[in-house]
C-alpha cells in the first residue's frame, strides 16, 4: 500500500514538475518575443530619435544638435573609408541589429543615399558602409551624452583622438551655418 501510494505520488510529482516546466517555457517565449518586438521598435528608429541622456542633470533641446550632427556625417565621403584600426572605441557591430534603422535613414536622408550609392558596392562592402556609419552616430551620441553602444576606448587604436574627430565634426557644421547664413 505504501509502495502504491509513493508511486502515486512520484507519478503526481513528475506530472506537476512537467506542467510546471511548459509554464516556464511558455513564460520564455512571450518574454523572448517581447523583448524581440521591443528591440524591433528600437531599431526602426531614426538615430536620433527615442535617446536617453546618460547624464539627467542637461538642460536645452540637444537633440535637434544631434540629428544635424548625424545627417552632417553623410557630407563627407571620409566618414564612411574608415577602417576599424582608426576608431577610437570598441563598436560591436551586427548588421542584423541595424536593418531596419538603415532602412529608415536612407529613406530620411537622400544624401546619405547618394552618398553609399557612391561607394557601394565598388570601394566597400555594405555592411562596412554601415559598420562606419553608425560608429560615428554612436560618437555623436556620446559627445552629447546620451546613451550609446560604443565600449571602452582602444588601446594605441585610432589614428585621430576623439577631440579632433568631433573637432571636424563642429567645423562641419560650422561651415553649414555660414553657408545657410549666406544664401539668406
Not at 39 to 67: F, M, Q, Y
Not at 86 to 109: C, G, N, R
Not at 116 to 121: A, D, E, G
Not at 132 to 141: A, D
Amino acid at each position: 500500500m505504501f509502495s502504491k501510494a509513493l508511486g502515486f505520488a512520484g507519478k503526481t510529482w513528475s506530472s506537476f514538475t512537467a506542467s510546471v516546466k511548459e509554464v516556464i517555457d511558455e513564460q520564455r517565449k512571450v518574454l523572448d518575443e517581447h523583448q524581440a518586438e521591443e528591440k524591433k521598435k528600437e531599431a526602426t528608429h531614426l538615430p536620433w530619435e527615442g535617446l536617453r541622456l546618460l547624464n539627467s542633470n542637461r538642460n536645452g533641446n540637444i537633440t535637434d544638435c544631434v540629428k544635424d550632427e548625424i545627417l552632417a556625417l553623410s557630407k563627407r565621403e571620409e566618414t564612411f573609408l574608415v577602417d576599424t584600426d582608426e576608431f577610437l572605441y570598441e563598436f560591436p557591430f551586427q548588421m542584423e541589429d541595424y536593418v531596419h534603422q538603415a532602412s529608415k535613414v536612407i529613406e530620411f536622408d537622400e544624401r546619405l543615399s547618394n552618398v553609399r550609392n557612391r561607394l557601394v558596392p565598388s570601394k566597400m562592402k555594405d555592411e562596412i558602409f554601415w559598420r562606419n556609419y553608425f560608429y560615428h552616430v554612436e560618437v555623436i551620441k556620446m559627445k552629447y551624452g546620451f546613451e550609446n553602444k560604443l565600449e571602452q576606448r582602444k588601446e594605441g587604436g585610432g589614428s585621430m583622438d576623439f577631440d579632433e574627430e568631433l573637432k571636424q565634426d563642429e567645423d562641419l557644421n560650422d561651415d553649414e551655418r555660414e553657408s545657410e547664413r549666406l544664401k539668406s
